[in-house]
């Protein structure tokens, strides 16, 4: 675990009101408060399931929306007067309810994945930052999708590699192996697609 200054405490105090729930453990909050409210953590703990999404990331800021959970990557930098100021990155959406798992976007539209082999190419059913599910084009396997490339509205064709999980018909699921931009072009879009999708939460 890391060790904050007091320097570097009263910088995160000031990012919170008197009403919000802080704390450097955010499996300390209080798990019986009403899911219509948001809360604000600071951890310097990062739980496993995020350790290979946000990559060397040592602090997160954790804000609780209804039953999701937005993990910001967190770096404090000094301005030119030296005092620390807070960064975010852009954060990991999970899905709280039931097991916790990185929330999952359905009925995609203008997402695709093409092979670096042939170049075909699979519409893309289901995108989460962990996995997908694509439906194969005809004359194509799931081996052909072990590269390819992800194409997202407005984005360049990022490279990722797939680890497929199961198919069944024409439907294969797999996961996603990605670093450094890819990995941030996907939680950006997904991020996106949640604020899309949920305005209403992010109103308040």
């Not at 703990?45 to 937005?70: D, F, M, N």
């Not at 490279?159 to 294969?172: A, G, H, K, L, Q």
């Amino acid at each position: 675990m890391s060790i904050l200054t007091d320097e570097e405490l009263a910088c995160f105090g000031e990012l919170f009101t008197p009403q919000s729930a802080t704390s450097l453990e955010p499996h300390q909050a209080e798990k019986t408060q009403a899911y219509d409210e948001h809360y604000l953590s600071v951890s310097t703990e990062i739980p496993q399931v995020l350790t290979k999404i946000l990559g060397q990331a040592q602090l997160t800021l954790l804000a609780e929306i209804s039953h999701y959970r937005l993990w910001f990557p967190l770096v404090l930098k000094r301005d030119e007067l030296g005092q620390f100021v807070p960064v975010l990155g852009v954060p990991e959406v999970l899905d709280a309810r039931g097991s916790e798992r990185s929330w999952r976007v359905n009925n995609l539209k203008g997402v695709k994945v093409m092979t670096r082999c042939c170049e075909a190419q699979a519409q893309v059913l289901s995108l989460s930052s962990s996995g997908l599910t694509i439906r194969l084009p005809e004359n194509c396997c799931a081996d052909d999708f072990y590269q390819a490339n992800l194409l997202l509205p407005g984005s360049q064709p990022i490279s990722v590699d797939f680890e497929p999980v199961r198919t069944e018909n024409d439907i294969m699921a797999a996961r996603i192996n990605a670093h450094g931009h890819a990995r941030q072009a996907i939680r950006e879009f997904l991020f996106s697609e949640h604020k899309a999708q949920f305005s209403h939460l992010y109103a308040s």
